[in-house]
């Protein structure tokens, strides 16, 4: 059974870093990525990152979070710096573990794991 489990948000202020991590449990995985979800919006894409090691960004957190991934630990990572209140959310650990045929790292149903979400609040 495959379980994504994250950790590392919470509370910063403007400015400030964190670092997100995403245990998996072993297994191949074809993209792995981190999407985003604030109150009342739908879950976006932040980054995601493939097994040939392609590594994709979404424009709004481009030079201020870094996508990684360490396969002898099973673990995907998400540095997040210079944050901003406007990254505040609930963020997921997806995962696709099916072959990868085509289509945008964004959407959403390419992916067919999730993790329980970590929160993330930064403050002005």
């Known amino acids: 059974q495959v379980q994504l489990v994250e950790s590392g948000g919470g509370s910063v202020q403007a400015g400030g870093s964190l670092r997100l991590s995403c245990a998996a449990s072993?297994?191949?995985?074809?993209?792995m990525g981190w999407f985003r979800q604030a109150p009342g919006k739908e879950r976006e894409g932040v980054a995601a990152?493939?097994?040939?090691?392609?590594?994709y960004y979404t424009e709004f957190v481009k030079g201020r979070f870094t996508i990684s991934r360490d396969n002898a630990k099973n673990t995907l990572y998400l540095q997040m710096k210079s944050l901003k209140p406007e990254d505040t959310a609930m963020y997921y650990c997806a995962a696709r573990t099916e072959f990868f045929y085509g289509g945008s790292w964004r959407d959403v149903s390419l992916y067919n794991y999730w993790g329980q979400g970590t929160q993330v609040t930064v403050s002005s």
């Open positions: 072993r297994y191949t995985y074809n993209i």
């Open positions: 990152i493939y097994t040939g090691g392609y590594i």
